[in-house]
Nanobody, 116 residues
Framework: QVQLVESGGGLVQPGGSLTLSCAASGFTFGDYTMAWYRQAPEKERELVAEYIAFSHYTNYADSVKGRFIISRDYGSNMVFLFMNSLKTEDTAVYYC?????????WGQGIQVTVSS
């Protein structure tokens, strides 16, 4: 069974930091590009950061560039999103994503709320 299980969400003050974790299982982890998406109320789901398979390049949305870092641990099949200097605009449900040309998987999402 393919599973992507997010953890680490919660409430944080503006300017604070939070780390999201995604535990992946049930597929060949190294063959997939891993990514974090988010969806805020009344907005479309957007790509936040991705770690591209094989090339190991990373890409970030302009809104989070310089503040967030995506990382993956091949030994533990874990993906992380290190979020720094958080803003209220970062409030959203965050989703872990795994994809390649023939398939894609999604986690159930985890809430991140940035509020003073």
């Amino acid at each position: 069974q393919v599973q992507l299980v997010e953890s680490g969400g919660g409430l944080v003050q503006p300017g604070g930091s939070l780390t999201l974790s995604c535990a992946a299982s049930g597929f060949t982890f190294g063959d997939y590009t891993m990514a974090w998406y988010r969806q805020a109320p009344e907005k479309e789901r957007e790509l936040v950061a991705e770690y591209i398979a094989f090339s190991h390049y990373t890409n970030y949305a302009d809104s989070v560039k310089g503040r967030f870092i995506i990382s993956r641990d091949y030994g533990s099949n874990m993906v992380f999103l290190f979020m720094n200097s958080l803003k209220t605009e970062d409030t959203a449900v965050y989703y872990c994503n795994a994809r390649r040309s023939t398939s894609a998987f999604w986690g159930q999402g985890i809430q991140v709320t940035v509020s003073s």
